[in-house]
């Protein structure tokens, strides 16, 4: 990484609970690439500052994770596509105090399920409302997914999200002999995130891992969270967090610096990402 200097480019996060993940992986990148950028993770105090910082102090790119996905779009300039499509950002880039919102997260799941190869034909359970759960309930109903449940305590958000791609809502998990079960389960929920007060939780009851097919947790931090970890001992194909994170980075780092590296400067970026 090159030495702090004027001419630096500057790229951050914005998280409740920032993690290094992005910040090793694009660091790892401008390294390897020569460029002369810098990386930084924040918790903003104040999102409308911290905008509005992204604005007046020039940072080129802002990536934005729960709980902001939502509230940022009221403090960009435009929308592009990706994004007002789902009324959802996790991508935030700067053209001359121009902010235009972008959503690499449907990207990612959209790209996850294909390599995955999973039938359209499944049942699927997807639990949680907010902007990640967007961006993935986007992504399974436009590979043709039709019989999806979306499992939120917020009937307002919830029954949003379902009547929007129409797909049914539920308050509650049901018990498993009344259909709380489904050939892919999918917690976009913070629980079993490192740092949170559910970190230790399973997200999905263990007679749901146990009937599913798929088990996809969109949870990055860490890689290996007690769904995913519960998955992997039952035998099922797992879709982890980890595997977004990389994807949407990807994503965000071409938007940022129009450069697309290659397949092994990404691997490797990737690796030293889950290294630490």
């Known amino acids: 990484m090159p030495i702090l200097n004027k001419d630096m480019t500057l790229c951050i996060s914005l998280s409740a609970r920032p993690s290094n993940n992005g910040t090793r992986f694009h660091n790892h990148l401008y390294e390897q690439l020569g460029l002369n950028w810098i990386y930084k993770a924040f918790a903003p105090t104040d999102l409308a500052q911290a905008i509005a910082g992204v604005r007046g102090l020039g940072i080129r790119g802002c990536a934005v994770s729960m709980p902001y996905k939502e509230d940022v779009i009221a403090l960009v300039d435009a929308m592009d596509p990706s994004a007002k499509a789902i009324d959802s950002v996790n991508t935030i880039v700067n053209d001359g105090g121009r902010l235009t919102a972008y959503n690499t997260d449907y990207t990612a799941i959209e790209q996850l399920l294909q390599r995955n190869a999973v039938p359209a034909g499944y049942s699927v359970l997807l639990k949680g409302s907010g902007g990640m759960a967007k ?142």
């Open 135 to 276: 961006a993935t309930a986007a992504a399974l109903r436009d590979a043709g997914f039709s019989d999806v449940t979306i499992i939120a305590r917020n009937e307002a958000s919830g029954k949003a999200l379902a009547d929007l791609y129409g797909f049914k809502w539920s308050a509650e998990l049901p018990a498993a002999e009344a259909g709380g079960t489904a050939d892919m389960i999918i917690n976009v929920t913070p629980v079993g995130m490192a740092g949170g007060p559910d970190a230790d939780s399973l997200s999905f009851p263990p007679e749901a891992v146990d009937a599913a097919k798929v088990v996809f947790d969109v949870v990055a931090l860490p890689a290996e969270t007690p769904l995913v970890k519960a998955a992997r001992a039952a035998g099922k194909t797992v879709i982890t967090g980890a595997e977004v994170a990389t994807i949407q980075a990807l994503e965000q780092f071409v938007l940022y610096t129009g450069v697309r590296p290659t397949d092994e400067q990404v691997r490797a970026a990737e690796d030293f990402m889950r290294a630490q």
